[in-house]
Nanobody, 116 residues
Framework: QVQVVESGGGLVQPGGSLRLSCAAS????????MSWYRQAPGKERYLVAT????????NYASAVEGRFTISRDNAKNTVYLQMNSLKPEDTAIYYC?????????WGQGTQVTVSS
């Protein structure tokens, strides 16, 4: 069964950093496109960052480019989202997604709150 579990969220002050982790089970991430999405209260979920199965292509939402970095550790079967220079508007639930058609798995999400 394809599963992903996020961790690493929490409360951080503006300007701070957090690293989110997405641990995969039931599949190997090297065969999947892995992505991070976020959803703020009252807003739609949208793509934050994505990395292809080979790692050869990485894309970011304009709102986070230059501050967030997506990476993958195939040996640990885990994907990360390093978030620096956090802003209050980054507050959201962050979700990990694994895609390799027809498989499409979402995690339960991890809350990130940026506030002083």
């Amino acid at each position: 069964q394809v599963q992903v579990v996020e961790s690493g969220g929490g409360l951080v002050q503006p300007g701070g950093s957090l690293r989110l982790s997405c641990a995969a089970s039931g599949f190997t991430i090297s065969s999947y496109r892995m992505s991070w999405y976020r959803q703020a209260p009252g807003k739609e979920r949208y793509l934050v960052a994505t990395i292809t199965s080979t790692g050869g292509s990485i894309n970011y939402a304009s709102a986070v480019e230059g501050r967030f970095t997506i990476s993958r550790d195939n040996a640990k079967n885990t994907v990360y989202l390093q978030m620096n220079s956090l802003k209050p508007e980054d507050t959201a639930i962050y979700y990990c997604r694994a895609m390799n058609w027809p498989n499409d798995a979402w995690g339960q999400g991890t809350q990130v709150t940026v506030s002083s």
